[in-house]
């Protein structure tokens, strides 16, 4: 039997044409295409300003420095995120902040939220892990009354609403991903949606070198910038991959459901929130009933494997790789984090996958954790 991946990209022939007629118009890199995809990413979001860059890292990075957040700021995130989310705050000179994760949706736990707010704190930096997203009227009742910025940090939640809202279509900045593994992929490639065209037009000076460009042809630089521009090769991905998205989440709820149905329940995983009202199903992660098993992770990746069956781990808590434990973080800092980090593992969940793919990963699941099971 094929070898099943956790996850694949769905690349059509429309999307091969887009690409081939750019590669034959002679204009490869930021250009029209470009500004094509920003204007459907816009009417997407309901007019806001939204802008491309070469990754989500990018735009995190550059939302922060549009912000004025720098060195001697706290920014406060979860630790149960890609390294990507606290790799940008150091970035920019500034401190992360953990705060502990909701044990059922696994986001930051907005409840000890405020507890972490100093008179240094800037901006909330939430992440809507495997699209799940963050409860925003509580979010931004929080910023709110502390006056606090928020970067919403939605590389894997495109597509997901929160009360009826796309994510993305209000609030204060958001970023998304479009790398190979997110809802919709432009190869590499991210964006940033803002509040107004000076923020727009700052991002797009500090995504290429910091240039100003001015009518007569002449060009100014005030401050360094990055060299984070996308190409017109990626953009026309992006615009087939987005009059599909509808579609691809539909299909991911649809397997995500499937998997509610065949998941064998007394196996003694713990299933991710059964939400098909705000979510997209980025992915689907049951975590592993590890004090019950005689093999670690490791051994079940392994052994899944052997079964033709990928599986994924998005991610350990954060705050306990060696550059954060330099920074005085230990285990036992976030309990909650650590367990998920530790038990996580992510199943095949993509658009093009089969429905009868689900009963056979499930099953196979059985078979590795039964012959796995302590007798004692
Ligand atoms: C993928 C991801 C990023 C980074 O996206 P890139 O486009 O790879 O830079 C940041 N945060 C989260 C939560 C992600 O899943």
Redesign the pocket.
């Known amino acids: 039997m094929q070898f099943l991946p956790f996850t694949r990209p769905s690349i059509d022939e429309d999307a091969i044409d887009a690409v081939a007629a750019v590669l034959r118009s002679g204009w490869l890199t930021t250009g029209p295409r470009c500004r094509e995809f920003e204007a459907e990413l816009s009417a997407w979001t309901g007019g806001r300003p939204v802008r491309l860059v070469?990754?989500?890292?990018?735009?995190?990075e550059l939302a922060l420095r549009i912000a004025g957040i720098g060195p001697g700021d706290e920014v406060i995130t979860t630790p149960l995120?890609?390294i990507?989310?606290a790799n940008v705050v150091l970035g920019v000179g500034a401190t992360p902040v953990f705060v502990d994760v909701d044990p059922s949706t696994r986001n930051i736990d907005l409840s000890r939220t405020e507890k972490a707010i100093t008179p240094r704190t800037r901006m909330l930096l939430p992440?809507?892990?495997a699209g799940l997203p963050v409860d925003r009227t509580r979010l931004y009742e929080i910023a709110g009354r502390h006056g606090l910025r928020v970067l919403e940090?939605?590389?894997?939640s495109m597509g997901a609403r929160w009360a009826d809202r796309r994510i993305g279509s209000f609030g204060d900045l958001v970023?998304f991903?479009?790398?190979a593994?997110?809802n919709i992929t432009t190869g590499?490639?991210?964006c940033l949606v803002m509040n107004d065209e000076h923020e727009a037009r700052l991002f797009e000076k500090l995504r290429l070198q910091g240039v100003t460009r001015f009518a007569d042809g002449s060009m100014d630089v005030d401050v360094p910038g990055a060299k984070a521009n996308l190409t017109d090769i990626a953009a026309a991905i992006g615009s087939s991959q987005l009059r599909r998205l509808d579609a691809f989440n539909e299909r991911r709820r649809r397997l995500a459901a499937l998997y509610f149905e065949h998941f064998d329940r007394s196996l003694g995983f713990e299933l991710p929130v059964e939400d098909f009202e705000t979510g997209n199903w980025?992915m689907f992660q049951p975590l592993l009933p590890l004090a019950r098993m005689s093999i670690d992770r490791g051994g079940f990746i392994e052994a899944m494997k052997r079964e033709g069956i990928g599986v994924g781990v998005?991610y350990p808590a954060m705050h306990l790789f060696t550059l954060f434990r330099r920074r005085g973080f230990r285990d036992g800092d976030f309990p909650v984090a650590e367990n998920i980090g530790r038990r996580t593992v992510t199943l095949p969940l993509f658009p093009a996958m089969r429905d009868d793919d689900v009963p056979r990963v499930c099953e196979a699941v059985s078979r590795v954790v039964k012959a796995a099971l302590r007798r004692d």
Request: without cysteine; aromatic residues 6%.
């Open positions: 070469s990754s989500a890292t990018a735009a995190l995120s890609w990507a989310t992440v809507d892990l940090d939605a590389a894997q970023s991903s479009f790398h593994n997110k590499e490639g991210g980025h998005h």
